[in-house]
């Protein structure tokens, strides 16, 4: 059976996987260029970078360089959980929302950032209260948590080449945040759940107090 190529294979020697106007045309894109940092970024042509010294020979490759068997399996297991995570808070910002500007999250069209501002708007025009302004408070930081995991889960799969090899995330520039490269590691992956895990926090006791102070409001 044929061995995968690695990035070591890649980075001395043409991607078999391409054909030679692909390197033709990698050059020409390098020749034309602005000179980057000795820290170049190139991506491959199926969505992963490659990061070298500048002046080094282009690299054509495809994801099969970063498999992801190649992940330590204690950073898949965290990566799960971040996601797991998402999930979790994406459902209790549903419910928050749905309870302040009844809809039913089934049949609602519109993005979770849009109903999260138009609970805010409902909230605003409500009377002045402790109970309010912690529902405020909660959606601001559960809107934030989620452009956070929006830009890590789409983010693009970086590699750095050099001793030791790092691999990363390279979480495109988003409204108010510039391009940012997070590291795959069990710490950083950590970090960024319990953004998404303080977020959620206090959702349930929040609904409870808001449907109290409603109903006081209504009677």
């Known amino acids: 059976m044929a061995r995968l190529p690695t990035v070591g294979d890649l980075a001395t020697s043409p991607c078999p996987l391409r054909c030679r106007q692909a390197n033709a045309d990698n050059r020409q894109g390098m020749r034309t260029s602005k ?17 070298g010294r500048q002046g080094e020979a282009p690299v054509i490759g495809t994801i099969l360089v970063v498999p992801v068997d190649d992940l330590p399996i204690d950073v898949l297991t965290e990566l799960g959980r971040v996601t797991w995570a998402a999930i979790k808070l994406e459902d209790y910002v549903e419910s928050v929302c749905s309870f302040i500007e009844p809809a039913n999250p089934r049949t609602d069209m519109r993005q979770l950032g849009q109903k999260i501002k138009d609970a805010q708007k409902v909230l605003t025009a409500k009377p002045v209260s402790a109970t309010r302004d912690q529902a405020k408070v909660w959606l601001e930081r559960a809107r934030q948590a989620i452009e956070q995991r929006n830009a890590a889960l789409h983010a693009t799969p970086v590699v750095h080449l050099g001793e030791p090899q790092r691999l990363l995330l390279g979480e ?12 795959l590691t069990v710490e950083a992956l950590g970090e960024l759940r319990s953004v998404l895990e303080d977020a959620a926090d206090g959702w349930r006791e929040l609904v409870i107090a808001m449907g109290t102070e409603f109903r006081l409001q209504e009677s």
């Not at 495109?172 to 590291?183: A, D, Q």
């Open 172 to 183: 495109m520039p988003r409204k108010g945040r510039p391009y940012f490269e997070r590291p």
């Open 35 to 51: 000179a980057r940092s000795h820290q170049g970024h190139r991506r491959l042509s199926d969505g992963c970078t490659l990061t």
